[in-house]
């Protein structure tokens, strides 16, 4: 089996992983790392993005072994020595989630989202969302949550890296 | 307590784990030892099965067992052999009755098909591996001989003659040919009318599709004797009575089921499924925990749908446009097997509400409940009531149309004004104010000014529509007497229990499930409300049956009614125990006690005691006779309502269609609900927002097609359209409240008013902008396109 090293949320893991794990499997079986959900088998429901390498991807159709020395920043890594990252803040303001299950794909892939446009207006969050599915909010409270932390990583001067 | 009592915009507390990655799911959930089942399933919607090869299966690495229908035989009680009968088959909860007296035909339902397979996806065998790839990998090498029968997945179809049979006991496929109402009255209207209008209507069928696929966890301890299910289920004590009482796994006493962190239900995680029995069987038979997790393909084969039905609706008017009378013909796919609830949906949860917001004098519905090769249909999300509101709101809408009358003053004109109202169809609605949740919902649109709006549209290439939906549910299915003697297996009572610590803080136990209504936080907020004490000084316990003793969990918007309504009668006798104590403590008649904001007072005094204090003088019971006053601080209670509630409201859909493409956008939606007293508003909001969501996905969007054979074809979120935020606009959401009478409360329920409400309203507003009916759920750009080219176009688009 081909051994890999990543870093996981700023932490260097070296494994051995049989060829066809996916990353999705490596965060949540060898990881423990929950928080990244599985929705579907074909790579539409987004529940599964992370950023590796600073940009959204989905973790369903990413080998482990195609991550070997990348850098990986899944939901659990996003909050700082305890403070939330804006998106994590607005989603709960906002009233952002209902069920929670998309959750951590959804704010993983708003805050690409964000830190590639800056400050979308509302249609360029509505078509980016595109990969993400939510069935319990109607995406009313997500899209307002994004515009929201997009206003607050944009007041904080930079925009704010995940990594 | 305003700030974050009953009806404040409280932020959520439970939200603090899912944004940080920290929830609690099924599938996040592994047992020491756990071992990993992968389904070997029908490829055939219909099939004989000759045999099962599991040889090389058996070999392959990893695995530890392989399991066929003949395998899942009863343990002896007293050891771990097995008997020689089988464990019991998955029922069906709701006993209809047909119009002849015949109890409902219920085929069998194993939990692994023992020689027939009845639909794509159906059980075949089971295996169970070290890992779930090794499962996986050695499922693929089961050999399954077939004998391929014919099929049928339209119901219409099923009830042919020489149709292929699903279930012997069922003959022609009838599962039950049922009927409400007084046909001879309404043919009478029909006599008497002068206008009639006739709609052929078909409710397409939908994947409900929570985002968490389901999953299961059977674990034995060979110890004790206790079986733990960790399953995604929406009410974890029915899926301990079913599986204990008719399944047979285990007596109840020996059986915990947890519903963690459930990743939405929507009412496809109410009903007890073939895998959460297999899970606990096999822990047993091989001492190690099983866990099973479907995939999003499996949940498409196996999860029960929702809707599916045709039906031949007609409506008669007098000359004023007055309703006479109400004809009904359905014919209900229930699928291959009858689910848990699944008799119910089409009958009493759905003709029940034919009546809508309107005072109709005669009421006549006939369902007849057809099983196909296909999955089994059960509640989703409005269960029925969507499937009412669709025939009652699409029929009056037209019949204004045809009537030439303007389809709100239709609306008003026959809405019921006076309350309590008796339907002919059962329900007597208790409340409401119909004309002003209408009114409200018109302004908020500007229907004045729809004709200048659809002139400028015109102007870009648009057609304009607008189409109203007046939509009126029954929440909080109750009382239990009453459901019973309508079939119900069970009673539709909640439990509560309220468990106050000494230093004064407080457990909240709720047989209702929240799987993502928010419970944590607004079932808090009636606490505190009540206690005078914060938010986060009270928790609420829910999903486990070793922690609650009983509870009827979440669908049907019934736990805010109902579930509310038991911690809200278990919050009064904690207070007035607490009062009490607070008498002897400060050395007053109890009469003369008053509680308020957390504070016990000896009237027209300055003596008081605050709440923690009087939690404290209760345990440590020195302050009062005990003979008198049992120590301690809990209450609990069960909570029967005396009627279902009325949730009911206006929406009002615009849209605009592409005279190119055919493509449906909608551009404006306005929701007014009466929901009665609203416990935080917020949160009933998106669950508005959710609600219509699902139901614009209905209409424009989801539809799930099987083939001729039976085969799905859309078995996928490639084929499957699921609304997307591009899809939706954002939605104008307001109120209007006339507070329940039927509970302490005031609450009717929120959480299916925008699934009941939008497909009616999204089809009135594509039919307005055509000018013409003839288009079917979902209305997707080619049939739009197709139905555009039989409108008459207004002058302007040339």
């Known amino acids: 089996m081909p051994s890999i090293t990543i870093t996981v949320n700023g932490r260097e893991v070296t494994s051995e992983v049989e060829p066809r794990t996916l990353l999705v499997e490596f965060l949540r079986e060898q990881l423990r790392l929950t928080g990244t959900h599985v929705g579907c088998d074909t790579s539409q429901c987004g529940a599964c993005v992370v950023h590796v390498g600073g940009r959204a991807v989905k973790s369903c159709t990413t080998l482990a072994v195609q991550c070997d020395q990348a850098e990986v920043t899944t939901i659990e890594g996003l909050a700082r020595d305890g403070v939330l990252h804006p998106m994590q803040e607005a989603f709960r303001e906002h009233h952002g989630l209902q069920c929670g299950y998309c959750t951590p794909g959804m704010i993983m892939a708003a805050v690409d989202i964000v830190n590639r446009h800056g400050m979308p207006d509302e249609k360029t969050v509505r078509e980016e969302l595109d990969g993400n599915l939510c069935r319990c909010t109607g995406y009313h409270n997500i899209v307002k949550a994004i515009l929201a932390a997009a206003e607050k990583m944009q007041g904080a001067g930079q925009p704010i890296a995940a990594e | ?798």
């Open chain 2, 1 to 798: 307590m305003g700030e974050s009592g009953i009806g404040a915009r409280v932020q959520r507390v439970e939200d603090r784990r899912f944004i940080t990655g920290k929830g609690n799911y099924t599938d996040d959930i592994n047992r020491p030892g756990q071992l990993h089942a992968h389904f070997v399933r029908s490829p055939h919607a219909h099939a004989r099965i000759r045999s099962v090869g599991i040889a090389e299966a058996q070999a392959a690495p990893g695995v530890v067992a392989v399991y066929t229908g003949n395998d899942l035989r009863k343990f002896v009680p007293t050891s771990d052999d097995l008997e020689e009968s089988p464990i019991g088959d998955l029922i069906c909860g709701w006993l209809i009755h047909s119009k002849n007296g015949e109890p409902m035909k219920a085929g069998s339902h194993p939990a692994i098909a023992r020689d027939t397979v009845r639909h794509v996806g159906d059980q075949v065998a089971v295996v169970i591996a070290e890992t779930k790839r090794q499962a996986r990998d050695a499922a693929e090498l089961v050999e399954v001989d077939y004998e391929v029968l014919d099929a049928v997945a339209d119901p219409l179809k099923a009830r042919a003659s020489g149709a292929p049979q699903v279930h012997d006991v069922a003959t022609g496929n009838l599962v039950y040919e049922w009927e409400l109402g007084d046909k001879a009255k309404t043919d009478e209207a029909f006599r008497n009318a002068h206008h009639v209008t006739k709609l052929n209507i078909v409710n397409n069928r939908l994947v409900p599709n929570a985002m968490e696929p389901r999953a299961a966890i059977g674990d034995y301890d060979p110890g004790t004797g206790v079986f733990t299910l960790y399953v995604t289920s929406q009410n974890p004590h029915v899926a301990r009575l079913v599986l204990s009482a008719f399944v047979g796994i285990a007596p109840e006493n020996k059986l915990r089921v947890i519903a963690p962190d459930v990743g939405g239900g929507f009412g496809s995680k109410i009903f007890i499924y073939a895998e959460e029995v297999v899970c606990l069987w096999a822990a047993r038979r091989l001492a190690r925990p099983v866990k099973w997790n479907a995939d999003r393909s499996e949940a498409f084969l196996t999860d029960a749908h929702g809707r599916d039905h045709v039906t031949d609706a007609e409506l008669a008017m007098d000359e004023k446009g007055k309703i006479l009378g109400l004809r009904v013909h359905t014919t209900a796919n229930m699928g291959a097997y009858l689910s848990t609830f699944a008799s119910a949906v089409p009958t009493y949860l759905y003709a029940t509400l034919l009546s809508g917001q309107y005072d109709i004098p005669a009421i006549h519905a006939e369902v007849d409940a057809v099983y196909t090769h296909t999955a089994p249909v059960d509640a989703y999300r409005g269960a029925g009531r969507p499937e009412a509101t669709f025939v009652v709101e699409r029929l009056v809408e037209v019949a204004a149309r045809e009537m030439g009358i303007d389809p709100a003053s239709f609306r008003k004109r026959n809405f019921v004004k006076k309350f309590p109202h008796q339907t002919p169809v059962i329900m007597s609605y208790d409340i409401g104010d119909y004309a002003a949740s209408l009114n409200k919902a018109l302004e908020l649109i500007d229907y004045k000014g729809v004709g200048k709006r659809k002139r400028e549209a015109l102007k870009r290439g648009k057609l304009l529509g607008v189409g109203l939906s007046a939509y009126i549910e029954a929440c909080g299915i109750a009382p239990s007497k009453a459901v019973g003697s309508l079939g119900a297996g069970v009673g539709l009572w909640e439990s509560a229990e309220v468990r106050v610590n000494p230093v004064g803080t407080v457990e909240v136990l709720t047989g209702s499930h929240s799987h993502g209504q928010g419970h944590e936080t607004t079932f808090a907020q009636l606490v505190c409300d009540r206690l005078g004490i914060p938010l986060d000084q009270v928790s609420i316990v829910h999903g486990d049956t070793d922690k609650v003793q009983f509870g009827m969990g979440t669908y049907g918007s019934r736990s805010g009614a109902v579930g509310m309504s038991a911690i809200s009668k278990a919050l009064d006798k904690v207070v007035a125990k607490a009062k009490k104590v607070a008498s002897h403590l400060l050395e007053a008649a109890e009469a003369d006690i008053e509680f308020k904001d957390g504070k016990f007072t000896v009237a027209g005094t300055d003596k008081s005691l605050d709440w923690s204090a009087v939690s404290l003088g209760a345990y440590v019971a020195h302050g009062f006779p005990s003979d008198e006053i049992e120590p301690g601080l809990k209450e609990g209670a069960f909570y029967d309502p005396v009627n279902f509630t009325f949730p009911a409201g206006c929406h009002v859909c615009e849209c605009e269609i592409d005279l190119e493409t055919g493509k449906t956008e909608v551009v404006n939606w306005v929701a007014v609900d009466d929901f009665g007293v609203i416990i935080n508003p917020m949160i009933v909001e998106g669950q508005v927002h959710g609600g219509i969501a699902q139901g614009v996905g209905q209409a424009l969007l989801e539809g799930c097609v099987y083939d001729e054979a039976g085969q799905l074809v859309t078995g996928s979120f490639n084929d499957y359209a699921m609304p997307r935020a591009d899809d939706l606009p954002n939605f104008q959401v307001d109120v209007t409240v006339t507070p329940c009478p039927s509970n302490p409360l005031g609450i009717k329920g929120c959480g299916e008013a925008g699934a009941i409400a939008a497909p009616a309203a999204l089809v009135n507003a594509i039919t307005d902008a055509l000018g013409h009916e003839d288009i079917t759920m979902p209305a997707t750009p080619q049939r739009v396109w197709r139905a555009l080219q039989k409108s008459k176009m207004p002058a302007a688009a040339e």
